[in-house]
């Protein structure tokens, strides 16, 4: 063809994409999306449930301030038994045994606990997404590489895995860092979990027609990544959230309570400063080792209910609103 | 106490004066001889007008009305006055039901005292607490400080301190407070009372004298940091201990410090002191026994090498021969009060209730009564550590146990006061004697035992008792002489013994003592033999292990001491009238004679590895060249057999991965972090280089890693510990390894079954209330921690268990108790609970005919395995449920439907053979998860199975140098855990591959045929 010529131009798939949003009336797709939101109450609920935890967070953050990892230690409370159980004063009760209040304690753990579950599941959802949904867009030696990588790993139980890591990296890891490297190293660990799924999803997905067909209409590879390819393989990654939250609380809780329970036996691996850290995991651990009896169940209730309730309420949380997206983008799949 | 301000009592002349009158009129029946010498099981029934006499209180205070375990001033815990021989009467009563009471029960004659946290101080009428209570039952109450220690009630006053820092003192008959002094900081568990001065340590580090008369401060000394227990007092000294592990002897009367010594490391509790000997016990269980004069120190013990991680909360106590140690862990150790040698040890090591066992035990001469993690009493031959009794109470108490008078008494955490045994019953009567031998010479140092205690004859061959009313067992022992019974009915007073201790006849034993794991003799091994109940001689095994003594007729009990390598252990044999010879003693070896170095199966089965893959090898090119010649195709393979081929190979990167790994992070960035010589983990000598040169530490890190291979495949693993256990890791494994394949087998066919049913149905019935109701347990499964679900299951089954089988649901074999109660632990059972001659449990407890043993090792496998399987299934469902609803629509189960096929029919005949493979591939997925949950399920059920050693191992080592040794010069990596986690992943890599190929030849679309 000549360069005068007047034949029209292929459109990228950018344009045709900006083409249909054109059709979209002003103020139409705001109410789209509230019709789609209001008609999922799986994620109205799951966003509503996190949505009330975010602002328990940042209300802990403001309240308490500098002082939000250092809550009051009473000796007296500690050795108080038994503790003194729900009342105006102290509406969790109080924490025998570690001696601190229940409801400052589990009040100061909601913005770290949701940083730490966060930046795991961040870490290792974002990863092993991308790299899944990667290696089975381009193929070849990457997928090769990836899949290895993901399959020697996953064959790891990453309860131990993360202990190996942590404490092998402990000695290296300045002490005020060991709060932020625990979780990331969880996401090293987890991520083939979320990586292999999407991956095995993402193979059919490129191969289906309206991949082909952007393709053909010279969509570039970020393009039928992130547009087509990573929305439709999403789903098992949703699906792997919970597991991995059971995962994560049960590293937190387990060892504390071991070594509490066993007066010594276990040695207490954990990357929390002291006892009456303020998270809810080692909060369950301390509570229930001090609070539980199995000779006369429940015991003092208090102490492990509501670091338990609050840890259940997340996982809660984030199940409903993955359940919810998983919809949101089945319903987007099946259109 | 002064005989004036108690009414009801009299002064000593009044008891001579009227022993004597009575004994002149009593009518005395003795058999034939009596008076010239005693036969055993001499029955002295006593008659006369016992109504007319009043009983003689002040004897029984003289005896030690209260030395009751915590009460004393010197801490012993000794109580010449025994306790109850049998668990048969108990009573409990709660003046403070809902305060615990962690301070010990003191008596004083009819009263008994106790103080509950709150600062309620109770005087308890003891006829009264003896029948359970009643509405008279507390005399007074007043209230203190929190926290009082436990009364002191040897003089007219109660005297407690609390945790504000108030000495008060109250009128022991009417609770009317007559001082109280406040110090500063708190009053250190308990006060102490001697020749008109209370002695009492703070939190502050004081250690104070105050008058008992008026409260007054006689003097304060400092001794830095917080007083650790009670003080003691004796011999005219104040013995005091601080946190940091100094212990100290003040002169009594000035407070002046006379020596300082310290036992090493921190402390929760305070010294005890008898006679000349003051004893000690830190957190990490050492124990010391110095002498109170100079301090010197006499004997350590370090328990922390014994027991690792078991610590010491509970102060010791001290008969005359013997120093008693009760731990976190409920282990009792008995320790010869001389030389520091431990006579026996009570384990506890296979039970955990996640209750410390705080409660310092009380002793009288030959039995010991300890509160354990258990929960139960315990009452303890001092001879050999045999529990003889148990009262179970089912509660948890911290407090002190107390003996007073043929009772126990216990203050538990719910507020109750337990009492054992059916108590004095009013107070005693004097009964004197004499001892001879058969010439007529009077025997010094004969211990003379009854039903409530000990007292020994003077130089003079006389002895002295204090007896309420009842029947007895008095019994006369001395080494070397008989032993002589006689039943004593005590209604009144009682006339004057004279009793004969004929000489031992005895006769040659001899025999060996053998390592009862190799059968070759074991020199150098301490054996005390006994009588019944009656220590008569030591002697020390020979070349080849031979011993040889002198025994008596009649049933002898060979006892042999621990040593270095080996356990104690008991040994009863009946002596006849004559020698007897071959006579075998088994210990138990502790350190087995087995090589590290030892190659194991592994040089074997390498040689093998290697041989079949040449083979192999040869085999394909042969069929190969086959097809070539007759015109197929070069490939032989299926489109299965290329997949299984290709995720076969897959195996060996995956572990040369997970090795690279546990190397890199195991030993050498820890090596790396702590500037570890390089000789500690490779084979570089250790001057070799600087961790500061990059080409010789990449060169360190080549020789680690390749001694980290050959040490981890040429069974190189070193030793480890476990409990006091240390042996070579692969003995070990070797242990511990059936118990897990037992439960795994169990728990995994429990799974799959729930599972498949499970998640066939629910996804059959999808969004169905079934399925709904599915998916919410599920996700509630999974957000609940599991160690939540292992404790709720328990709560719930413990106590049934208990009562139907007798035993705790914990661990998976009898606990030793149930063993011990009926007869002794059998032969079967190793020393770590390792059992022959397959080393599952429950196999081998058919295989030696103990089917008590199966019912109840079954029952508690199936417990642990529904544990599992709750915290597993729904992780399992996560992941399998969605197979299913997809299976159902599948062509070919619609197909089915539209020839009216039946729904059942279609569900698990179409839809059930469809979702195998699937869920195959879901347990491949979640296999680790499985492994983790199973060692969680170990550790809190106190199985030996491979997962609870591994997170002891991880938890223990990891962080203590992670697979190398940090002095310079020490052995080369001990790397247990590692090995364990290595292959463990191995199982997981092995298992996944296995449900991978299984699920993918299952699968009709694999292919496997496609060249048949």
């Not at chain 1, 999922?40 to 967070?57: K, Q």
């Not at chain 2, 955490?413 to 009492?419: I, L």
């Not at chain 2, 061959?461 to 019974?485: K, M, V």
């Not at chain 2, 290709?646 to 790994?661: D, E, F, G, K």
Request: with cysteine; charged share 10%; hydrophobic share 45%.
């Amino acid at each position: 063809m000549s360069a005068g010529s007047h034949a029209v131009a292929t459109p990228t798939i950018e344009e045709l994409d900006a083409e249909v949003e054109r059709w979209v009336r002003p103020g139409q797709g705001w109410r789209l999306f509230l019709r789609r939101f209001l008609g999922n109450p799986a994620l109205i609920t799951g966003v509503g449930v996190l949505g009330a935890y975010v602002a328990i967070a940042i209300a802990a953050v403001v309240y308490y301030g500098p002082t939000l990892t250092t809550p009051p230690f009473r000796v007296d409370w500690a050795e108080t038994i038994p503790p003194p159980g729900p009342s105006w004063a102290h509406p969790f009760g109080i924490m025998s045994g570690i001696g601190v209040d229940g409801f400052g304690e589990v009040a100061r753990a909601f913005p770290i606990d949701l940083g730490l579950v966060f930046l795991a599941l961040g870490s290792a959802g974002s990863v092993g997404v991308l790299l899944g949904a990667y290696a089975a867009v381009r193929g070849g030696a990457a997928d090769f590489w990836v899949s290895f990588a993901a399959d020697v790993e996953a064959g790891m139980p990453p309860f131990f895995f993360v202990i190996v890591l942590y404490l092998g990296l402990e000695l290296t890891i300045p002490p005020a860092w060991r709060l932020y490297a625990f979780p990331l190293l969880f996401g090293a660990v987890l991520w083939p979990y979320y990586a292999r799924p999407v991956r095995a999803v993402a193979k059919q997905v490129v191969t289906e027609p309206y991949v082909e067909s952007a393709r053909a209409a010279g969509a570039t590879r970020a393009h039928v990544l992130f547009r087509h390819v990573l929305p439709n393989a999403l789903y098992p990654a949703l699906a792997q959230v919970p597991v991995d939250v059971y995962s994560i609380f049960f590293v937190f809780t387990i060892f504390p309570f071991l070594n509490c329970s066993s007066g010594g036996l276990y040695n207490l691996i954990t990357p929390f400063p002291n006892l009456f850290f303020p998270e809810w995991g080692s909060l369950l651990a301390q509570g229930t080792c001090y609070g539980f009896s199995i000779f006369a169940p429940p015991g003092y209730w208090w102490m492990y209910f509501f670091p338990a309730a609050a840890i259940i309420g997340l996982g809660f949380g984030l199940t409903f609103t993955c359940d919810g997206i998983d919809r949101w983008l089945s319903t987007r799949r099946r259109a | 106490m002064s005989g004036a301000s108690r009414p009801d009592r009299r002064g000593p002349g009044g008891i001579v004066l009227v022993a004597v009158a009575m004994a002149a009129l009593l009518v005395v029946v003795l058999p034939a001889g009596g008076s010239g010498g005693a036969t055993p099981a001499q029955s002295i029934p006593l008659a006369g007008p016992a109504a007319a006499l009043e009983r003689v209180s002040l004897v029984y205070d003289s005896i030690g009305g209260w030395d009751t375990a915590a009460g004393a001033e010197n801490r012993s815990g000794f109580s010449p006055i025994g306790g109850p021989l049998s668990a048969s009467v108990g009573n409990t009563y709660c003046p403070a039901a809902g305060l615990p009471m962690r301070s010990g029960v003191v008596a004083a004659g009819a009263l008994a005292f106790v103080a509950d946290v709150f600062g309620d101080v109770f005087a308890l009428n003891r006829t009264e607490l003896d029948v359970g209570g009643g509405n008279h039952t507390v005399v007074w109450s007043a209230l203190v400080g929190t926290n009082p220690t436990t009364p002191d009630v040897s003089t007219n006053s109660v005297l407690v301190g609390d945790s504000v820092g108030l000495v008060s003192a109250f009128d022991i008959e009417t609770g009317g407070l007559r001082w109280s002094h406040s110090l500063n900081g708190s009053i250190v568990d308990g006060v102490a009372v001697v020749n008109g001065t209370v002695y009492v340590g703070t939190s502050t580090g004081v250690v104070a004298a105050l008058s008992l008369a008026f409260g007054t401060v006689n003097w304060t000394t400092s001794l830095g940091p917080a007083v650790s227990g009670a003080v003691a007092v004796a011999n005219g000294r104040v013995f005091a201990s601080t946190v940091d592990g100094g212990l100290t002897a003040l002169a009594a009367g000035t407070g002046a410090i006379l020596w300082r010594t310290s036992i090493g490391g921190s402390l929760s509790a305070g010294p005890a002191v008898l006679g000349d000997r003051v004893a000690l016990v830190d957190n990490a269980t050492a124990v010391g026994v110095w002498n109170t004069g100079n301090g010197s120190l006499l004997w350590r013990w370090n328990g922390s090498a014994a027991s690792p991680g078991d610590r010491a909360e509970a102060a010791p106590v001290l008969n005359p021969t013997t120093v008693f140690v009760h731990t976190h862990e409920a282990n009792l150790y008995a320790f010869n009060l001389s030389t520091g040698a431990i006579r026996w040890n009570q384990s506890n090591t296979f039970f955990h209730t996640g209750y410390p066992a705080l409660s310092t035990p009380a002793v009288t001469a030959n039995v010991v009564y300890a509160y354990d993690a258990t929960q139960q009493l315990k009452a303890i031959s001092l001879t050999t550590g045999r529990v003889l009794w148990r009262a179970t109470f089912g509660t948890v108490s911290y407090a002190p146990v107390a003996v007073d008078s043929g009772e126990v008494l216990i203050g538990d955490e719910t507020g109750c006061v337990h009492v054992v045994g059916s108590g004095s019953s009013g107070f005693p009567w004097p009964v004197r004697g004499v001892v001879t031998d058969t010439n007529g010479t009077p025997l010094p140092h004969v211990s003379v035992f009854t039903n409530l205690g000990l007292n020994t004859t003077n130089a003079s061959g006389g002895f002295f008792l204090g007896l309420p009313n009842g029947t007895y067992d008095l019994a006369f022992a001395l080494s070397g002489y008989e032993e002589i019974h006689q039943i004593l009915v005590v209604t009144g007073p009682v006339p004057d013994d004279q009793v004969v201790l004929p000489k031992i006849v005895v006769h040659p034993l001899s025999g060996r003592v053998v390592d009862s794991y190799s059968g070759l003799g074991v020199p150098g091994v301490q054996l005390y033999i006994y009588g019944v109940d009656l220590f008569l001689v030591a002697v020390t095994s020979g070349p080849g292990g031979a011993f040889e003594v002198g025994a008596p007729q009649g049933a002898v009990e060979i006892s042999a001491q621990p040593s270095d390598q080996h356990d104690g252990v008991v040994v009863t044999v009946a002596m006849p009238a004559g020698p007897l010879s071959g006579v075998t003693v088994g210990v138990p070896p502790t350190g087995l004679p087995i090589s590290p170095n030892d190659p194991y199966d592994v040089f074997i089965l390498l040689p093998l590895a290697a041989l079949a893959t040449a083979g192999g090898g040869v085999a394909v090119l042969a069929a190969r060249a086959r097809r070539v010649t007759i015109g197929l195709p070069p490939a032989i393979l299926s489109r299965f057999a290329r997949y299984v081929l290709q995720r076969s190979l897959l195996l060996p990167a995956q572990l040369v991965t997970i090795l690279t790994v546990l190397y890199i992070f195991g030993t050498y960035i820890p090596a790396a972090a702590t500037q570890t010589p390089v000789c500690n983990f490779s084979a570089l000598s250790c001057g070799y280089c600087a961790w500061s040169n990059p080409g010789c530490v990449a060169q360190a890190f080549g020789s680690g890693y390749g001694l980290f291979l050959w040490n981890l495949f040429s069974g190189n693993w070193g030793t480890t510990s476990y409990g006091h256990l240390v042996e070579p890791a692969w003995t070990f494994f070797v242990w511990y390894v059936p118990y897990s394949i037992e439960l795994a087998g169990v728990a995994l066919a429990i799974s799959a079954v729930s599972a498949y049913v499970i998640g066939l149905t629910a996804g059959w019935n999808r969004d169905r209330p079934l399925d709904v109701g599915v998916r919410t347990a599920s996700v509630i499964g999974l957000l609940v921690p599991s160690f939540l679900v292992v404790l709720a299951m328990f709560s719930v089954l413990y106590t049934p268990f208990l009562r139907f089988f007798g035993d705790t649901p914990f661990g998976v074999l009898p606990a030793p108790g149930w063993f011990e109660d009926r007869g002794s632990i059998p032969k079967w059972i190793g020393i770590a609970y390792n059992t022959t001659p397959t080393g599952l449990p429950i196999l081998d407890a058919a295989l030696n005919g103990a089917w008590r043993v199966v019912v109840i090792t079954s029952a508690k496998t199936l417990l642990q395995a529904l544990l599992i399987a709750a915290i597993y299934v729904p992780l399992f469902l996560r992941y399998a449920r969605n197979a299913v609803a997809q299976a159902a629509e599948e062509p070919h189960v619609v197909a089915a439907r539209a020839r009216g096929i039946p729904e059942s029919t279609i569900r698990w005949r179409h839809t059930g053979r469809r979702v195998i493979p699937i869920f195959l591939l879901a347990f491949a997925a979640t296999l680790p998860l499985y492994i983790g949950t199973q060692s969680l399920v170990e550790a809190m059920t106190s199985d030996p199975g491979i997962g609870s050693l591994l997170l002891t191992q991880m938890t223990t080592f990891l962080r203590s140098g992670f697979g190398f040794h940090p002095a310079p010069g020490a052995s080369k990596p001990g790397n247990f855990y590692q090995v364990t986690i290595f292959l463990l992943v191995a199982v997981v890599l092995i298992g996944t591959l296995a449900s991978e190929i299984l699920s993918r030849y299952l699968d009709p679309r694999s292919g496997r045929s496609e060249n048949s």
